[in-house]
């Protein structure tokens, strides 16, 4: 029997991108047979891992000192799977390596970023590779631009979308129930995120909240406050942190619009969770985005705030008109980015390398 290692130790983050990826990945992965080979799981918290998944997997428990050459796993494993391109944790011996790119990490200067031990880290990673797979076309085409890529097979293998229903439980209302008709995004509060734009437009805005789930305690989040102090909208703008599946689902079902102008995104996937709800998406027209927003979403080609506002008012008249045609393509679509798909394809790839 050969074995498959998914270095998957950022299953722990479920409130992150990466550790959505590994969880509902390797959920998905859980629901398939794989004749001829098992897969290992490496996390923090086997215990939990074990009451999750059961014995579908083999699971072995990570440190942090493996993150280190002299502490790194010396099986040799028919395959190792990188989840995600920044994992310091690496595996001793040379052996079949299989690496998924999400997005590279942003090229502050295009002139002399290579120096940078982050890119150096990448780079190493890109070389041991015996394949490769992208979250999207557009992290494909910025890591050929940035990095010298091996002549290896590449895949582009999309995201599921993890919300598969839109169910509530009757009556069920959050903690923080807006008291208007509001705006909706999530994520971690960072500059690449780019909500500051958003204080800013809802100040051209009337009635209009604006509600932000993700993690709220950074120097961003504080900046933003602030910038919504001064622009006389720090009573419509609320940073609710981070939240439940139950809280996303009630402020997508009932938010006006999902609002979404990320600077950086290797995917982008609240952008079809608010899709399948049916839900007017507004959205930059940059990196990932346009791939996945389709032609279903609203785009911002910048930033600047009375054209952010009056870009939204004319999507959401626009919306309104075409409200039940829109809301079925939004669904469609949302349902297409499908993580049991996914898994089928990676398990795809898998096999092709240990059959070799």
Same mark, same amino acid.
């Given at each position: 029997?050969?074995?498959?290692?998914?270095?998957?130790?950022?299953?722990?983050?479920?409130?992150?991108?990466?550790?959505?990826?590994?969880y509902h990945l390797i959920t998905a992965l859980s629901k398939l047979e794989h004749p001829g080979?098992?897969?290992?799981?490496?996390?923090?918290? &086997?215990?939990?891992?074990?009451?999750?998944?059961?014995?579908?997997?083999?699971?072995?428990?990570?440190?942090?000192?493996?993150?280190?050459?002299?502490?790194?796993?010396?099986?040799?494993? %028919?395959?190792?799977?990188?989840? *995600?391109?920044?994992?310091?944790?690496?595996?001793?011996?040379?052996?079949?390596?299989?690496?998924?790119?999400?997005?590279? #990490?942003? $090229?502050?200067?295009?002139?002399?970023?290579?120096?940078? !031990?982050?890119?150096?880290?990448?780079?190493?990673?890109?070389?041991?590779?015996?394949?490769?797979?992208? +979250?999207?076309?557009?992290?494909?085409?910025?890591?050929?631009?940035?990095? %010298?890529?091996?002549?290896?097979?590449?895949?582009? +293998?999309?995201?599921?979308?993890?919300?598969? *229903? &839109?169910?509530?439980?009757?009556?069920? !209302?959050?903690?923080?129930?807006?008291?208007?008709?509001?705006?909706?995004?999530?994520?971690?509060? &960072?500059?690449?995120?780019?909500? $500051?734009?958003?204080?800013?437009?809802?100040?051209?805005?009337?009635?209009?909240?604006?509600? +932000?789930?993700?993690?709220?305690? &950074?120097?961003?989040?504080?900046?933003?406050?602030?910038?919504a102090e001064k622009l006389g909208v720090k009573d419509r703008v609320f940073l609710i942190g981070?939240?439940?599946?139950?809280?996303?689902?009630?402020?997508?079902?009932?938010?006006?619009?999902?609002?979404?102008?990320?600077?950086?995104?290797?995917?982008?996937?609240?952008?079809?969770?608010?899709?399948?709800?049916?839900?007017?998406?507004? #959205?930059?027209?940059?990196?990932?985005?346009?791939?996945?927003?389709?032609?279903?979403?609203?785009?911002?080609?910048?930033?600047?705030?009375?054209?952010?506002?009056?870009?939204?008012?004319?999507?959401?008249?626009?919306?309104?008109?075409?409200?039940?045609?829109?809301?079925?393509?939004?669904?469609?679509?949302?349902?297409?980015?499908?993580?049991?798909?996914?898994?089928?394809?990676?398990?795809?790839?898998?096999?092709?390398?240990?059959?070799?």
């Amino acid at each position: 029997m050969k074995s498959v290692f998914l270095e998957s130790h950022n299953i722990k983050n479920l409130y992150f991108g990466f550790g959505q990826f590994n969880y509902h990945l390797i959920t998905a992965l859980s629901k398939l047979e794989h004749p001829g080979y098992r897969i290992t799981l490496h996390g923090k918290d &086997t215990d939990w891992l074990r009451k999750e998944f059961g014995d579908v997997f083999d699971y072995k428990k990570s440190y942090s000192l493996r993150r280190y050459a002299p502490f790194r796993i010396r099986k040799k494993y %028919d395959l190792w799977h990188a989840l *995600n391109q920044n994992i310091k944790i690496e595996p001793y011996h040379d052996i079949p390596y299989l690496l998924t790119v999400h997005n590279i #990490t942003h $090229i502050k200067n295009p002139d002399s970023y290579l120096h940078e !031990k982050v890119h150096q880290r990448f780079q190493r990673k890109l070389n041991r590779s015996t394949a490769i797979t992208y +979250i999207s076309e557009f992290a494909k085409q910025s890591t050929h631009q940035f990095f %010298d890529v091996p002549n290896v097979p590449e895949y582009v +293998i999309y995201n599921g979308n993890p919300l598969t *229903n &839109t169910n509530l439980p009757t009556a069920y !209302k959050p903690e923080f129930v807006p008291e208007k008709p509001f705006l909706f995004s999530i994520g971690q509060i &960072t500059a690449r995120k780019n909500f $500051i734009s958003l204080v800013r437009m809802l100040s051209k805005l009337k009635d209009l909240q604006l509600v +932000i789930g993700g993690k709220n305690t &950074t120097e961003t989040a504080k900046e933003l406050l602030e910038e919504a102090e001064k622009l006389g909208v720090k009573d419509r703008v609320f940073l609710i942190g981070n939240i439940s599946e139950e809280q996303k689902k009630y402020y997508y079902a009932n938010c006006e619009a999902f609002v979404f102008p990320s600077l950086r995104e290797g995917f982008g996937l609240p952008v079809i969770e608010a899709m399948l709800f049916g839900k007017p998406v507004f #959205t930059s027209n940059n990196t990932s985005l346009p791939e996945i927003g389709g032609d279903l979403a609203y785009y911002w080609e910048h930033y600047e705030p009375e054209y952010m506002a009056s870009e939204l008012e004319k999507g959401l008249h626009h919306f309104s008109d075409n409200k039940n045609m829109l809301q079925q393509k939004l669904v469609e679509r949302a349902k297409s980015f499908n993580w049991d798909t996914a898994a089928k394809q990676y398990a795809k790839v898998y096999q092709s390398i240990i059959s070799k």
